[in-house]
């Protein structure tokens, strides 16, 4: 291989590392994929009927937004990723997938107005889950569905919360609008 091929991978590589670096920074967690058992568990939440969108908040590489839109194909699927890395794999995922009903946006979920949602499924961190509980209470309406991955809405009770099979017993929570009003 020659050195400026190497220089070339080394820079880009640098240049991802930093990237996903300054998005952890400026996000407070760095992006983590949901484990095959929590999106198999997630996925048994959202009820099968149903036409609303489903936001998917801080998507990170996609791993769950595809299976999500896959299952529900009735349903557009939103999903939000502040981390220019992490969202360009997953936009580069999804046009791969060939799923018609998925859109991956890059942006901050907190601006988005998540009014119309059916469902959110998050897996955020406990203070992102603390400021997004306000945004929650103030835009969600009707029978709109929680779904947290490991981190609780602080102050809410879950309808249900599954703990995984797992080397953590990770939990999963489902919440639904009579849980928290």
């Given at each position: 291989?020659?050195?400026?091929?190497?220089?070339?991978?080394?820079?880009?590589?640098?240049?991802?590392?930093?990237?996903?670096?300054?998005?952890?920074?400026?996000?407070?967690i760095s992006p983590m994929p949901s484990?095959?058992?929590?999106?198999?568990?997630?996925?048994?939440?959202?009820?099968?009927?149903?036409?609303?969108?489903?936001?998917?908040?801080?998507?990170?590489?996609?791993?769950?937004?595809?299976?999500?839109?896959?299952?529900?194909?009735?349903?557009?699927?939103?999903?939000?990723?502040?981390?220019?890395?992490?969202?360009?794999?997953?936009?580069?995922?999804?046009?791969?997938?060939?799923?018609?009903?998925?859109?991956?946006?890059?942006?901050?979920?907190?601006?988005?107005?998540?009014?119309?949602?059916?469902?959110?499924?998050?897996?955020?961190?406990?203070?992102?889950?603390?400021?997004l509980k306000q945004k929650l209470e103030?835009?969600?309406?009707?029978?709109?569905?929680?779904?947290?991955?490991?981190?609780?809405?602080?102050?809410?009770?879950?309808?249900?919360?599954?703990?995984?099979?797992?080397?953590?017993?990770?939990?999963?929570?489902?919440?639904?609008?009579?849980?928290?009003?």
């Open positions: 291989m020659s050195l400026v091929w190497q220089g070339s991978i080394g820079a880009l590589s640098l240049l991802v590392m930093l990237s996903i670096v300054i998005g952890a920074v400026r996000t407070g484990s095959r058992a929590a999106i198999k568990q997630l996925l048994a939440f959202v009820p099968d009927e149903g036409s609303g969108p489903i936001f998917e908040l801080g998507s990170g590489w996609g791993t769950l937004a595809i299976p999500l839109a896959r299952a529900h194909p009735q349903r557009l699927v939103i999903c939000y990723e502040l981390s220019t890395i992490p969202w360009l794999v997953s936009l580069l995922r999804a046009r791969l997938s060939g799923v018609a009903n998925l859109e991956i946006r890059r942006g901050d979920f907190f601006e988005a107005d998540l009014s119309e949602a059916e469902a959110v499924v998050c897996y955020l961190y406990p203070g992102g889950m603390t400021r103030q835009e969600l309406s009707g029978e709109a569905m929680v779904l947290s991955n490991t981190f609780a809405v602080p102050g809410w009770k879950p309808h249900q919360r599954v703990k995984l099979d797992d080397l953590y017993r990770t939990p999963v929570y489902c919440y639904t609008r009579s849980d928290h009003q």
